[in-house]
């Protein structure tokens, strides 16, 4: 019996425990899959999202608001969007921090320790926005610490983030946006308990980029070390690594909710990566060596105190640009001032500045204070005190330096453009400057006592200048002001004093000065500059080619030019009155903007003896009044006033549309002086006297004029006088009643030449001109005698003239022969010249007609008729005939370059030939051929016939032999 019984119970107790483990195990799921279920549920992550709120409230001490709040048990994922930490900031500013949308992904790593891994942490659209107060407070909220003491997170941890990922995040400091993006990889925090309620925390971020909007993104290292008790946080080192940074930091803070700290930080910073960084983008290039030390007492006192060294620095911006720059100096930096002392900057071995830099009451507000209540009148009066603020007190900057031979070069590079680089002055620097701003706009005072001397190394091109100034810059009024300015150049003196206003409705101006120059080339590269910067300008008007021996200023000048004047007006409004005086210069080209191309020769310069001239600008017009210019026995007066063309905003060019008036008056000017100026043979000698009263444009000028030539050769013709009153007509230049004289006659007319066409137009009549003094009809072979009158129209242009006319005689001779009655028609069109002549003298009559080309041979088309014509004179030139007189009556034509006898063909038919001497009479029987080519006559045979006689005669002649 107690055999068998005792399976049966071992069987009932198994069965018993599989019941109870199947009850176990059932309830087990059972409070799983509800506590699963509630994990998951709305109500918890309602409960989770309160506590998440709270626990941020108690450690940041803000106001925590979150839009929505979602998370996953089964992925362990955290989902927060429009989180939002209110801080100390007024009521209706940016809050504290914002982001759109907050997600965590994490790992469980270890059950039984409580370790934590994160495989992703990012945030889209992180603001922060931090306040700075005069006073070094912030809108920072402050954390809230418990009953007990206790530190908000007590508990150990360790965590990892696999990454971190912030997207299009924004800083704000006081209002100044720097927007950025970050990420980091290989997160590590761990937090550690020391004992007595102290806690260490390690901070590693292996692989953090930074990356400003529209930047480069920057790599870095970061680690950290920090003990935090309930009142106080020890950093124990910090390191950040980029690259080409490297700086560690300790520090100290006291009392969370009052704080008191103090920080050590040293290392090397690379300036562009800091420009990157912070986006103040001037910040270059350079590397720079920092050890500061910086505490900050509970009361809100606070010192910054340091050594900063920087090497090839390099800054660029719209108003500076550096390069190459080391710079040393000691930082102080407390409430009230920002002191750069003992600061000393090298430029790129281009000079040396030395000084130091204040900045007071850098903080332009101030705390605000609590006025008092106001007095008592009724019992119901009575107000809550109300806070008010002290007027603040300005910003005040001071800087004191002293300049040490620094290259003016280098200082056109940092303030100007490119085009102004290189003006063709330069000079290095030397003296003190003292600057002060003393409050908000524009009260800037710069005062400056310099001492230029020459460059030593000197480029091609460039003038050395050296002098002295002594100016102040006012800010507040604008205004230059000069006690002392003296320049000089190997040619150029300048001595000027007096205040120039800079702004445009301030015409307050007033500074005189002396200048006096010798050599006007050093101005060349000004010029140049100026021209090509402003196209339309005068100045690039008259620039033209620099020839080897003259400016392009087209005046050179022998001896001192001289200007005393006054600036008056604005800078933008100039009024510039004064004299000139030059002594001894030459006039180069055919005038302003008429320079020929630096190929061709230059013409001869117009020589000067003086020119004095009073000068009268107010921009862009220019008036020349008492302008008296000698030349030998020459003098020429004027008063011009010229108005140049607006071609924009604050554009002016000297061009065909510009206003012009003057009065001119010249006398007793050279002919051959002009003449070689303008580079024409066509007139030479005498005495040139001319005046003219204009007004207009240049390109339409009207008025009156005279014009007197005394003595001078027109074409090698010599006239006792040429005159004519002179009318401006447009472009119409009109001599209506010119008038030339001969010893023995006279040439009257008219004549008109457009300036812009070139056109022709005109008439000349003469009367009793003796053809013995008309040059162009006598040489060594030929002798034209006679009284002739003559009319000639003309028209075309002055480079394809057109000219017809007439001319008669009645007693004209040929080498002694008589022509009697002389009748001449010709005309000149597309450079041929086409005409008829006839002469008649008794029984013998002369005719002759054809065209010559006018180009270099005179190719000649001519047919020549005689009657009872007396040739003995021609046959005797080239034959032995002596004693006889040969008359003819026949035909010549003639074919060829008339320039080139050789290449002229001639052929003659003689009808009736006559050979008469002393003893007998021979005449053709027969039309009696002759013909010319190669310089050689040949005659074909020809019978003669006489009383007695029948001769046959042939041969030839060589005319061009011997």
């Known amino acids: 019996m107690m055999t068998a019984a005792r399976p049966k119970s071992s069987w009932r107790l198994r069965r018993h425990a599989l019941v109870a483990a199947a009850a176990a195990l059932t309830l087990g799921v059972a409070v799983f899959a509800g506590l699963f279920a509630y994990l998951n549920s709305a109500a918890f992550s309602r409960r989770m999202r309160h506590a998440v709120i709270a626990t941020l409230e108690r450690a940041t001490g803000g106001r925590v608001e979150i839009g929505s709040f979602q998370w996953s048990l089964r992925r362990l994922h955290v989902q927060a969007n429009d989180v939002t930490i209110h801080g100390l900031e007024p009521a209706g500013q940016r809050p504290y921090f914002h982001a759109d949308a907050i997600g965590i992904d994490a790992t469980l790593l270890s059950i039984f320790t409580p370790r934590i891994g994160l495989d992703r942490l990012q945030m889209e659209r992180p603001v922060l926005h931090l306040i700075v107060n005069p006073d070094g407070t912030t809108n920072q909220p402050q954390p809230i610490s418990s009953g007990t003491r206790e530190p908000v997170a007590h508990s150990l941890f360790d965590l990892s983030v696999h990454q971190t990922r912030m997207d299009d995040g924004t800083l704000y400091i006081n209002d100044r946006a720097v927007p950025w993006q970050m990420s980091a990889d290989n997160v590590q925090l761990q937090v550690q308990y020391l004992g007595g309620r102290r806690y260490r925390a390690t901070l590693a971020v292996r692989d953090c980029t930074l990356q400003p909007k529209n930047a480069p993104p920057a790599h870095s290292v970061f680690t950290a070390q920090v003990d935090v008790t309930p009142k106080s946080a020890d950093v124990m080192q910090m390191e950040w690594d980029t690259a080409t940074t490297r700086l560690t930091a300790q520090g100290h803070l006291e009392d969370f909710a009052h704080p008191a700290w103090s920080a050590d930080v040293h290392g090397m910073v690379d300036l562009h990566e800091a420009g990157v960084l912070t986006g103040y983008t001037p910040l270059q290039a350079g590397l720079a060596a920092v050890h500061l030390h910086a505490e900050k007492h509970a009361g809100g006192q606070f010192v910054v105190d340091g050594n900063i060294s920087a090497q090839q620095g390099g800054f660029s911006a719209p108003w500076l640009q550096l390069e190459h720059v080391a710079l040393r100096t000691h930082l102080h930096i407390d409430n009230t001032v920002i002191s750069l002392s003992q600061f000393t900057s090298d430029l790129n071995e281009q000079g040396h500045v030395n000084g130091r830099l204040d900045l007071t009451h850098w903080r332009t507000e101030a705390p605000p204070a609590m006025a008092p209540a106001p007095r008592v009148r009724r019992w119901f009066s009575l107000r809550k005190p109300q806070p008010t603020r002290p007027k603040p007190q300005p910003l005040q900057a001071v800087m004191q330096a002293t300049l040490d031979d620094l290259s003016t070069r280098l200082v056109m590079r940092a303030v100007t453009p490119r085009r102004f680089w290189d003006i063709g002055f330069v000079s290095r620097a030397n003296g003190p400057v003292r600057a002060t701003w003393h409050g ?57 004093s007096g205040t120039m206003t800079l702004l445009q409705n301030d015409p307050h101006s007033s500074m005189q000065g002396n200048v006096s120059f010798g050599n006007l080339r050093e101005f060349d590269r000004l010029i140049y500059v100026v021209a090509d910067t402003y196209p339309n300008s005068s100045l690039a008007v008259i620039r033209g080619p620099s020839f080897a021996n003259h400016s392009i200023v087209p005046v050179q000048l022998e001896d001192k030019g001289y200007f005393h004047g006054r600036f008056t007006g604005s800078m933008m409004d100039p009024i510039i009155d004064g004299h000139v005086d030059l002594q001894r210069f030459l006039l180069h080209g055919n005038g302003f903007g008429a320079w020929p191309s630096p190929a061709a020769k230059p013409a001869p310069p117009l020589a000067w003896d003086a020119l004095h001239a009073d000068v009268h600008c107010t921009y862009p017009e220019v008036d020349l009044h008492h302008v008296v210019a000698a030349q030998e026995s020459a003098r020429l007066t004027a008063d011009v006033q010229l108005r140049p063309t607006p071609l924009g905003h604050d554009y002016y060019a000297v061009d065909a549309h510009s206003g012009l008036r003057a009065q001119v008056q010249w006398n007793n000017a050279s002919v051959d002086a002009l003449a070689a100026t303008l580079q024409t043979s066509h007139i030479a000698g005498g005495t040139l006297s001319a005046s003219a009263q204009v007004q207009g444009t240049m390109e339409n000028l009207y008025g009156v004029g005279n014009l007197s030539l005394q003595n001078v050769r027109i074409e090698g013709q010599t006239f006792a006088s040429v005159e004519s009153p002179l009318n401006f007509s447009g472009r119409w230049i009109e001599a209506g009643a010119l008038q030339l004289r001969t010893a023995d006659g006279w040439v009257r007319g008219n004549f008109a030449y457009n300036t812009q066409t070139q056109a022709l137009r005109g008439g000349l009549r003469g009367q009793g001109l003796d053809l013995q003094k008309v040059a162009a009809l006598q040489n060594s072979s030929t002798n034209v005698t006679g009284i002739a009158d003559a009319q000639v129209q003309v028209g075309g242009s002055l480079n394809a003239p057109e000219i017809s006319g007439t001319a008669q005689s009645n007693n004209l001779a040929w080498n002694g022969q008589s022509f009697g009655q002389t009748r001449i028609a010709a005309t000149l069109q597309n450079h041929t010249l086409q005409g008829r002549a006839s002469a008649q003298a008794g029984p013998t009559v002369l005719g002759a007609e054809g065209s010559i080309d006018l180009e270099p041979g005179l190719p000649a088309h001519l047919q020549l008729s005689c009657t009872g014509c007396n040739v003995t004179p021609a046959l005797q030139s080239v034959s032995s005939l002596r004693n006889a007189t040969v008359t003819a009556s026949g035909t010549l034509r003639v074919e060829g370059p008339l320039r080139q006898p050789r290449h002229v063909q001639a052929a003659a038919e003689l009808s009736q030939l006559s050979i008469a001497t002393h003893a007998m009479t021979l005449v053709a029987v027969q039309p009696v051929h002759l013909s010319l080519q190669d310089g050689v006559v040949q005659l074909q045979p020809a019978r003669l016939q006489g009383t007695d006689s029948d001769v046959t005669v042939r041969g030839s002649a060589g005319l061009l032999d011997g």
């Open 440 to 496: 908000p706009g524009d009260a800037l005072d710069v005062h400056g006592d310099l001492l230029f001397t020459p460059e030593r190394d000197l480029h091609p091109g460039e003038t050395p200048v050296h002098g002295t100034v002594r100016a102040d810059y006012l800010g507040d009024t604008w205004r230059l002001v000069y006690q002392q300015v003296d320049f000089y150049t190997p040619g150029t003196e300048v001595h000027t």
